[in-house]
């Protein structure tokens, strides 16, 4: 239940009755005090305390339940209008993102109550100074806004030709034929056979040549014994390159340190072993 704060009505006896606010001062109350109160022309805000002068035109239904919400929306609304520089506007990401944290304290400065003249006069100067690009900005981004409804009107225009196209297809032509089995979808086209499934090994850390440059290996290609079996030589460079590079991940002094500490489960054990031994010499 919902009490307007200058005639005391409540929602339980009137359930239609609608609280409006005005972002001057924020202060909800309900439609027929609006319009008893400010019908013949601007007027102080009825709410004790508030020195604002309001004006009928003004007043708006809330959007959210919330007040504080709802003044923080329209505050970071009025900024985003005023302050809509676009990163291609600055030299870095970083510039961008610095601009961005110098808007947001100015924001929460508003929200908070924090030094409100001196913050709303640095937003008139730099309305002031920048109103050219405040504008062409706003411009573009209504251009990019209409675009992207333009082509989200085409994409739903499509899609409703092609639903009318397939509708048409199943037209009925009047001659209906029980019992007729359901055509079943194309089978797609088999791939090649991969005994590994899609599963592939590849080297991250070398690339395993054709040919190596070595006495032992100029020797062992003139060997029919090696070859004998099909054995072939790219299979020890692969071989040797894996037991090689295989160390590079492997930090020993971090492993042996980490040996020596008792791990959760360990310490768990004893610390109820402990309890478990005080607890049956002091049975009292």
């Known amino acids: 239940t919902e009490i307007c704060p200058v005639c005391k009505s409540s929602t339980y006896l009137n359930p239609n009755m609608r609280f409006l606010v005005n972002p001057e001062c924020y202060h909800k109350m309900c439609e027929s005090c609006v319009d008893r109160i400010f019908t013949h022309g601007p007027a ?3 709410v ?6 309001l004006r009928k035109g003004k007043f708006r239904p809330l959007t959210f339940e919330d007040i504080a919400v709802e003044r923080e929306v ?3 609304r009025k900024m985003a209008k005023t302050f809509n520089k676009r990163e291609e506007d600055f030299e870095s990401l970083r510039d961008y993102n ?5 808007v947001e304290d100015i924001t929460f400065n508003l929200l908070n109550g924090i030094e409100i003249e001196a913050t709303n006069r640095k937003i008139a100067q730099y309305q002031e100074s920048n109103r050219r690009e405040i504008d062409e900005n706003e411009v573009l981004a209504a251009t990019e806004t209409n675009e992207t409804a333009r ?4 994409k739903k225009q499509a899609a409703a030709a092609a639903a009318q196209q397939e509708s048409m297809a199943k037209e009925d032509t009047g001659l209906r034929f029980k019992g007729l089995k359901g055509r079943a979808a194309a089978p797609e086209p088999e791939k ?3 005994p590994f499934g899609g599963y592939k090994v590849d080297h991250s850390y070398f690339v395993v040549q054709d040919d190596y440059k070595w006495d032992w290996f100029d020797m062992a290609k003139k060997d029919p014994q090696i070859y004998a079996g099909g054995y072939d030589l790219k ?3 692969s071989r040797t390159l894996s037991d090689a590079f295989a160390g590079l991940a492997v930090f020993v002094g971090d492993e042996i340190g980490g040996k020596d500490k008792p791990s959760d489960a360990t310490a768990a054990t004893q610390t109820a ?3 478990a031994a005080s607890s049956a010499d002091d049975i009292f």
Do not use: F, H, S, W
């Open 48 to 53: 004790a305390g508030c020195k604002r002068t």
């Open 74 to 76: 329209d505050i970071r």
């Open 235 to 237: 299979e020890y460079y």
């Open 192 to 194: 090649p056979y991969d």
């Open 151 to 154: 082509a989200l009107m085409r």
């Open 273 to 275: 072993a402990v309890a």
């Open 98 to 102: 610095d601009y961005l944290n110098q």
């Open 44 to 46: 102080p805000c009825p």
